[in-house]
């Protein structure tokens, strides 16, 4: 199952953005969708989720006030709003779906996830 994430781009200190992922493949009712970004030299991080059905979300501490994960279950598309960005967020994007539900399971770790988008760069210039 291939992810696609888009909505990346370059963007000032302070600017917004809205990443967007989606799939043709399978729906996502029932499985969280996540959000993780990968800075140059840095490890994939979590950045935030959602529990599709239930619409529970979750982020990182780098991020919450700032960003909202939303998702439109008609066009089966997740949505990750950033605001208020600053260089830091400069990295590349990735969305993530598991196979399950993730019950009882964290869903920030990256383990957990078996589908992933291509990524899409965001860079926020100072």
């Known amino acids: 199952v291939q992810l696609q994430a888009s909505g990346g781009g370059l963007v000032q200190t302070g600017g917004s953005l809205r990443l967007s992922c989606t799939t043709s493949e399978r729906t996502f009712s029932g499985s969280p969708v996540g959000w993780f970004r990968q800075a140059p030299g840095k490890g994939r991080e979590f950045v935030a989720a959602i529990r599709w059905r239930e619409r529970i979300t979750f982020y990182a501490d780098a991020v919450k006030g700032r960003f909202t994960i939303s998702r439109d279950s008609a066009l089966n598309t997740a949505y990750l709003q950033m605001n208020s960005l600053n260089p830091d967020d400069t990295a590349v994007y990735y969305c993530?779906?598991?196979?399950?539900?993730?019950?009882?399971?964290?869903?920030?770790?990256?383990?957990?996830?078996?589908?992933w988008g291509q990524g899409t760069q965001v860079t926020v210039s100072s």
């Open positions: 993530a779906a598991p196979r399950g539900r993730l019950i009882n399971t964290s869903v920030s770790g990256p383990q957990y996830y078996n589908y």
